[in-house]
Nanobody
Framework: QVQLVESGGGLVQAGGSLRLSCAASGRHFSGYVMSWFRQAPGEEREFVATITWSGGRTAYADSVKGRFTISRDNAKDTVYLQMNSLKPEDTAVYFC????????????WGQGTQVTVSS
């Protein structure tokens, strides 16, 4: 069972930057994927970005492509989300999630961290 803890959320002005971190602990397999999702009040959860742990292959939602960058530190078992050129519509609770490479369902979720972008 993998435990995930997000950090780095906060209040930032439009056009600013923020870096989120997600630290993983517990038993896990070598082939796995970590992703970021977000959810705004009254909205459904939305996919943001994903990265494979071993190969570092990434994918992004169209809404954040070119502005957000997902990365990982294997030694620290930590995934990051660098968010640049932030917009008010990026305001949401951001969650990290874990799944095995060969599966579609996510096995673990973090508690979420609030990101608020003011205009």
């Amino acid at each position: 069972q993998v435990q995930l803890v997000e950090s780095g959320g906060g209040l930032v002005q439009a056009g600013g930057s923020l870096r989120l971190s997600c630290a993983a602990s517990g038993r896990h397999f070598s082939g796995y994927v970590m992703s970021w999702f977000r959810q705004a009040p009254g909205e459904e959860r939305e996919f943001v970005a994903t990265i494979t742990w071993s190969g570092g292959r990434t994918a992004y939602a169209d809404s954040v492509k070119g502005r957000f960058t997902i990365s990982r530190d294997n030694a620290k078992d930590t995934v990051y989300l660098q968010m640049n050129s932030l917009k008010p519509e990026d305001t949401a609770v951001y969650f990290c999630a874990y799944r095995l490479s060969g599966e579609a369902d996510f096995r673990s979720w973090g508690q979420g961290t609030q990101v608020t972008v003011s205009s």
